[in-house]
């Protein structure tokens, strides 16, 4: 796809400029570049992505509860982006591996992440998050853009060993402007490595928006590396899921990496530590709630959304967001000082001495 030339900012018709077969009010558009994706696309996997989308919101509404409520020290919410990340996530294969940023909770969730899993590392526990042998996705990255290195570079890897996977690593538009997603996108098409980027466009960086990062669509960089790319209506799930596959099979045939601009909105906060209100205005957020991913899915279902699987859905998500609670208030969580325990092998007298200097800081609480 050629990228887009026209400067863009933050507008109205920001979403006019992407792919899409969903429209804003659910109606079906024919998309010439997508539909051969979808061809398998029925009303019954509609409705999955419908349920994978609602338990989605759940958990993440749940999490920012947890967090409020003083049980975690952070939480990242996704609300608005369910599409991007659940349309792209179920067009992964078993074997793919995902190298996510620490906004994927819904990537998490097509993985078959346990719902411990989503708190854990939110809330400091031992293990940090999940197996990522088993969910085949690297561990939650807080530091921008620097898991798009790790992907490459298992990427490569897979090329070397003539694996049949795809490495697929996540980012939001904020991190494209860090030396490290460039230094990635460099490596990847110069050894034509089996990854696909995937950046979510949520439209803010925390406090600064995406019109003063960048004035031309951030899709439009990729081809300057040699990396074909796609600029996506990120609201709309089933674009999302035929434009990953699309990635997914450039990549897998042996064709190098490929790149997916989702532009979708941050309903919420960056984080549970940020207020949004500081920085955007009332008129645009009301302007995304018009355009929820939800919504227009289940707009274009219509009678095919049955009261039967509505109150499937709803008894879902809430026996995850309820066995979510319980498991994050279940956890035992280690005594402080326990963060020294296996650091060497065998005794260290500088590490005893940072323990006894630690010990004696808490100490310092109990007497005051």
């Known amino acids: 796809m050629s990228p ?167 980012f939001g538009d904020g991190a494209t402007s860090q030396g490290d997603v460039n230094e990635a996108m460099v490596f990847a098409s110069s050894y034509r490595a089996p990854v696909v980027f995937v950046c979510q466009n949520n439209h803010w960086a925390i406090s600064e928006p995406v019109g003063l990062q960048s004035q031309y669509p951030l899709a439009g960089r990729a081809p300057g590396f040699g990396i074909p790319s796609m600029r996506v209506d990120g609201n709309d799930v089933v674009a999302c899921l035929a434009a990953m596959r699309w990635a997914l099979d450039h990549a897998r045939s042996g064709k190098g990496p490929a790149y997916l601009e989702l532009v979708t909105y941050r309903m919420g906060p960056h984080t549970t530590a940020d207020d949004p ?45 309820r066995d979510m609670r319980a498991a994050c208030l279940g956890m035992t969580t280690r005594p402080a000082l326990a963060v020294f325990d296996g650091v060497y092998a065998e005794p260290h007298t500088g590490l005893e001495r940072q323990r006894d200097e630690y010990a004696a800081y808490l100490a310092s609480f109990e007497e005051a």
């Open 277 to 321: 209100r500081r920085y955007r205005d009332e008129t645009e957020l009301e302007r995304w709630r018009r355009r929820d991913p939800i919504a227009r899915l289940e707009a274009l279902l219509g009678a095919e959304l049955t009261e039967e699987h509505r109150a499937s859905v709803q008894a879902e998500a809430d026996a995850a967001a």
């Open 4 to 170: 887009h030339t026209t400067p863009i900012v933050d507008t109205e018709n920001d979403l006019e400029l992407t792919e899409r077969i969903i429209a804003p009010d659910g109606s079906r558009q024919p998309n010439a570049q997508l539909d051969p994706y979808i061809q398998d696309l029925d009303a019954g996997m509609l409705r999955d992505l419908h349920r994978d989308m609602c338990v989605l919101r759940r958990i993440d509404n749940e999490g920012v509860a947890l967090q409020r409520q003083g049980q975690l020290g952070l939480w990242a919410p996704c609300n608005g982006q369910e599409a991007s990340q659940i349309g792209t996530a179920r067009a992964l294969a078993a074997q793919d591996f995902v190298f996510p940023s620490y906004r994927e909770t819904g990537v998490m969730h097509v993985r078959g992440a346990q719902l411990g899993d989503y708190v854990r590392m939110w809330r400091g526990e031992e293990g940090a998050a999940y197996d990522p042998a088993v969910l085949r996705m690297a561990p939650l990255q807080i530091i921008i853009g620097a898991q798009t290195l790790h992907a490459v570079g298992y990427a490569m890897g897979i090329r070397h060993d003539g694996a049949d996977e795809v490495a697929v690593t996540y």
